[in-house]
């Protein structure tokens, strides 16, 4: 499908940058004109998007994670973050609520709340070669605005 804008960013996995994937994506979503709960809601799935790369599959390593947005037709936000690290085993298990691989003090809600907070999900992983998440947002169009 044809984007009418887009953008990639990359940068290392340190946590640091967790916080800067999600102000460059909300500045990025503001051309839709988001409400505050939608754009609330796609910070916070980018957040738990970019915190599972730096958490789970880079662990004990520095890699790079990749973010590209890109806005298409009917007003949908199109989010992708991918990383290329250890890649999740069984995505199936990896998606329901309170499971982790992070140890005790991870909440094991990532993806639950990355599916709860916007319109599409789909999860991409190869063991040993990364992961990839995919998801969408529509943004409801106000009074006339393009």
Same mark, same amino acid.
């Given at each position: ?79 992708? =973050?991918?990383? @290329? ?9 990896? &998606? ?5 691989? +992070?140890? #005790? ?17 789909? =999860?991409?992983? @190869? ?9 969408? &947002? ?5 009074? +006339?605005? #393009?």
């Amino acid at each position: 499908m044809k984007s009418e804008n887009e953008m990639t960013l990359e940068f290392p996995s340190k946590s640091a940058n967790e916080s800067f994937a999600r102000a460059a994506v909300a500045c990025f979503a503001a051309q839709l004109d988001p409400n505050m709960e939608e754009l609330n809601d796609i910070k916070t799935a980018v957040s738990e998007a970019v915190t599972n790369c730096i958490v789970h599959a880079y662990r004990d390593t520095i890699g790079m994670i990749t973010v590209r947005c890109r806005i298409l037709p009917e007003h949908v936000l199109d989010i992708l =973050v991918k990383d @290329k690290g250890c890649g999740i085993e069984n995505i199936e298990q990896a &998606r329901k609520p309170m499971f982790s691989t +992070g140890g #005790a003090d991870r909440s094991g809600m990532g993806f639950t709340i990355m599916e709860s907070f916007m319109s599409d999900l789909k =999860v991409a992983s @190869k063991p040993g070669k990364g992961t990839t998440v995919h998801m969408k &947002r529509r943004i409801v169009k106000r009074g +006339g605005k #393009a």
